[in-house]
């Protein structure tokens, strides 16, 4: 995966993965995170913080809907 920079900063870039691994480094990075969660890979840990940890996309696209 590749990605640009916003001009914003990484605190107002995201990405929503299914592996807690890239997760962790993007946290690490200062961007926000989504764990979506899938029957086999790399689980988030007890003390993994993500932004958001949700079981499908439609899950996350209703987490991030500004009413």
Not at 28 to 37: E, K, L, Q, W
């Amino acid at each position: 995966m590749s990605t640009t920079p916003s001009a914003s900063g990484p605190s107002q870039d995201g990405i929503s993965v299914r592996h807690a691994w890239d997760l962790r480094g993007a946290r690490a990075a200062g961007m926000r995170t989504a764990y979506v969660g899938r029957p086999v890979g790399d689980p988030p840990t007890p003390t993994d913080a993500f932004d958001w940890a949700v079981g499908g996309l439609d899950e996350l696209a209703s987490e991030l809907t500004v009413d």
